[in-house]
């Protein structure tokens, strides 16, 4: 046997490996000859397009590599490699075996490795002989769309695996078919076997963030209850942290693993918020209850456990895009101080929640992509590390992959994940075949790396996608379980990394804004959605001065502007828009309920009144610090108070109305238009005002002239009986002489008479008593006199400025 031989001066197993080579090309001899005797007009590309297709129909069957274990073997190990094979054409593929194929050489750099993951098709004399022997699974008959299985498991020393690299392995079919009845290379998978058998004098550092980021699920709606129970979009998150979902695998996996959790503390805020009691928004404004605080209550749990002693970086709540807040957001007065405010909330978040110290000194905009204005609004905040990537920061200088940590200027350092790494797991990870392809081209890169420049110590990032599968997490923690259990490299917490000494010569110039990839600025929230943002928070800021527990409000509505900023809405438009608008309806809502009630026209009868106005609130909690402002438009004819308006201070209970009485006096008959409006205690008007008309019907001149004349008829009464009186008193005047001629010797009639000290006797007589009191009519006129009988009555009562009491009709 051929791989059985040995050669005077070689160990056995290059001897062997120089049979598999010199096999390998006389198995190409034919093609070779065949070439030549093409026809000299044939393009050289035709010839290359053609070969695979002529050495047999290589893509006849289809062949698929679901396990390779391990995924980095060693001297010791068995390789074992799973499959299934499919017929793909119309004729039963007879004589048929499945083999492993060892390329003779290792791949020489990072470029090679991709190059060779895009091949398709066997090709002599790269691919390498096929191992042979036992180590082949053989099929009889493989029928046309028939699929079978199949396993091989060799001893790694059989594969006689040479110097430290990366060697394909090709997983390849052989048979014949009715149109072509000789053996042929009818299918073939390529996939990569790292070997480092032994560890390397230097490894290299590798950090991987874990993510834990999810899409936005809380709205700005509570319930009206004490609890302020939160209102959901939907029930979506409660499927990610449970059993087998995304959430629940990545917190499963990453448990295990050396990692920095890169952490969203909105995700935090929403799996607690369900912890306590949360309902689900339905149609139109049907609530539910959800029913899965016991999931929420277990996945903070197990993750409070995973991160205790572990690096864990928060982001700013809720992911805001930092690349749409730099592009379209800058230009709307105030949008990035919500980028601040995002930051300062996210580490309180993470303490309250996981009871750790999270790390905010780090920006990550979307794919690390960067320009200066996105490195600038990102460090505004606070921060001063950006985490960028490799296809953003470009080294087209240098022929290794350099340390991640980079200086960009202004004491802002760039660390530089890799693009190649973390976009190992992006395409589908369902398949068994496509998982066990990723993992063993990420195990091939990473060792690739450590072999560039083995002396020279590196620390590499890896920033997979924001929130990757529960698919995609499960190929993630296979990779980094192989790596982390391989020679040549070791992990690290992403402050080492930002730490570690920068590469002299790796690329540091930020690239210019338009070098922007221009798929990603497609996807950005454009200027309208910071322009509304906005708008809400200023109708936030006017609504907050009156409430008396404002940390209500203050607090769910600015964690959901927050929300409204996130990188999640990325690729959904629509939904981001309705998200918006939902908070500022919601908002405006709850302002609508403190309002002024409605008036109809209020009728005024007499020269002044008192109009009530009533304020409505109907919050849960009470408001002050607002002024009513009645105010007449026509104050030449209405005045309120002492002119054309007059305030006073309110302040309602929560669920409750008060009324406020405002005087009004009344110059001229007529309709005047009266203006309510409530105002914040720094004049700013609140809410709707109120227009009523105040309709004043002050007295008639006919009624005047109807009580004049009455007062003229008791004014003549009063003076006919006055002369009358002094007609009677005059006459008794003149009679008063011939009644005291009487006989001076006459004798006294009896005691009790009284008599004059001029001798004259008052006799009682009732005619002469009458001009005593006539006399003191005439002589006293003090106003505590009693009224007398001949006074005329008043007709109307005094005129006052007071208010008008309750007699008086006030319609309204």
């Known amino acids: 046997m051929a791989d059985e031989a040995d050669f005077q001066g070689m160990s056995p197993s290059p001897a062997r490996r120089w049979l598999r080579r010199t096999g390998a090309l006389l198995a190409g001899a034919p093609l070779l000859a065949g070439l030549l005797q093409l026809p000299a007009g044939m393009p050289a590309h035709a010839v290359e397009k053609s070969a695979p297709a002529e050495a047999g129909g290589s893509r006849t069957v289809s062949v698929s590599v679901d396990t390779l274990t391990p995924s980095a073997p060693t001297d010791s190990d068995t390789l074992t490699v799973s499959g299934t094979v499919t017929n793909n054409s119309k004729q039963a593929v007879t004589d048929a075996h499945v083999g492993l194929r060892v390329s003779p050489d290792t791949l020489s750099s990072r470029s090679a490795i991709d190059h060779a993951a895009q091949r398709t098709g066997y090709l002599p ?23 079978q299985t199949f396993s091989i498991s060799v001893p790694v020393k059989d594969l006689d695996l040479g110097d430290d690299g990366v060697y394909q392995l090709g997983v390849s079919l052989s048979g014949q078919t009715a149109a072509q009845p000789y053996e042929q290379v009818l299918g073939i998978q390529r996939t990569f076997l790292p070997w480092q058998p032994d560890a390397p004098s230097t490894k290299t550092k590798t950090t991987y963030l874990w993510p834990l980021i999810s899409n936005v699920h809380m709205t700005a709606e509570t319930l009206p209850n004490q609890q302020q129970t939160p209102v959901f979009q939907n029930d979506d998150l409660a499927k990610e942290i449970s059993a087998g979902g995304r959430l629940s695998q990545l917190l499963s996996l990453g448990k295990n693993l050396d990692v920095t959790w890169v952490i969203d503390p909105d995700l935090l805020a929403s799996v607690d918020a369900m912890a306590s009691g949360y309902s689900i928004k339905g149609d139109g404004d049907k609530v539910t209850a959800g029913r899965n605080q016991t999931v929420a209550k277990q996945w903070l749990g197990e993750l409070e456990k995973a991160v205790q002693n572990k690096e864990v970086v928060a982001l700013p709540f809720a992911d805001p895009d930092l690349a749409s807040l730099a592009h379209n957001g800058k230009n709307v007065t105030g949008s990035l101080s919500h980028l601040k405010d995002a930051t300062d909330v996210a580490s309180s978040t993470v303490e309250t929640v996981l009871h750790v110290k999270p790390d905010t000194d780090f920006a990550w905009p979307v794919d690390g992509a960067i ?38 200027g202004s004491g802002t350092t760039a660390v530089v994940a890799d693009a190649g790494l973390s976009t190992a797991f992006e395409d589908d990870m369902t398949s068994a075949s496509g998982s066990t392809l990723a993992v063993q081209e990420f195990l091939a890169q990473s060792l690739m790396i450590n072999l560039q420049e083995p002396g020279k110590e590196r620390s590499i990032v890896v920033a997979p996608q924001r929130m990757p599968s529960a698919s995609q997490a499960a190929s993630m923690a296979q990779a980094l379980t192989a790596l982390q259990g391989g020679h040549w490299s070791q992990p690290a917490g992403l402050s080492d990394a930002a730490k570690a000494k920068p590469d002299p010569d790796a690329a540091t110039n930020v690239p210019s804004t338009s070098r922007y990839p221009s798929s990603l600025r497609k996807e950005e929230l454009p200027q309208s959605a910071f322009q509304l943002i906005e708008d809400t928070q200023d109708k936030l800021d006017s609504f907050k001065v009156i409430l008396n527990e404002r940390a209500r409000v203050v607090t769910p509505f600015g964690r959901a502007i927050d929300r409204a900023m996130s990188t999640s809405w990325r690729g959904h438009p629509t939904r981001a828009l309705v998200f918006r608008q939902g908070v500022r309806s919601y908002l405006d809502l709850l302002t609508s309920q403190v309002r002024l009630i409605k008036k109809s026209e209020t009728k005024l009868s007499g020269r002044s009144a008192t109009i009530p106005v009533t304020v409505q ?51 001229a008959n007529g309709r005047a238009a009266v203006v309510a409006q409530l105002f914040t205690e720094d004049g700013q008007p609140y809410g709707t005002p109120v227009t009523f008309d105040v309709n004043v019907t002050e007295i008639t001149p006919t009624v005047m002239l109807v009580i ?7 004014v003549l009464a009063g003076f006919r009986m006055y002369t009358q009186r002094k007609r009677v008193a005059a006459r008794q005047a003149e009679e008063e002489p011939d009644s005291g001629s009487e006989d001076p010797d006459a004798a006294p009639q009896g005691e009790g008479l009284n008599e004059s000290a001029d001798g004259t006797v008052d006799t009682g007589d009732t005619v002469g008593s009458a001009e005593k009191p006539e006399q003191e009519s005439d002589t006293h006129t003090g106003a505590d006199d009693p009224e007398q009988p001949s006074d005329p009555a008043a007709d109307t009562a005094p005129e006052s400025t007071d208010p008008s009491g309750t007699g008086e009709r006030v319609d309204r």
């Open 371 to 408: 320009d200066p204005s996105i490195v600038k609004v990102a460090t505004s905040a606070g921060a001063d590390k950006v985490i960028a990537r490799s296809d953003s920061l470009q080294d087209d200088r240098l022929s290794y992959t350099p340390t991640a940590a980079r200086p960009i």
């Open 617 to 667: 609130n109907n919050l849960m909690q009470g408001v002050g610090h607002l002024v009513l402002r009645l105010t007449s438009q026509q104050p030449t004819r209405l005045k309120v108070g002492n002119g054309p308006y007059y305030e006073q201070p309110i302040s309602v209970s929560g669920g409750h109305s008060q009324s406020v009485k405002f005087t009004t006096t009344a110059n």
């Open 125 to 147: 004399g790269v691919d390498g002989a096929e191992i042979g022997g036992k180590y082949v699974e053989d099929f009889d008959k493989l029928a046309p769309g028939v699929s």
């Open 708 to 714: 004049a004349g009455g007062v003229l008829l008791l």
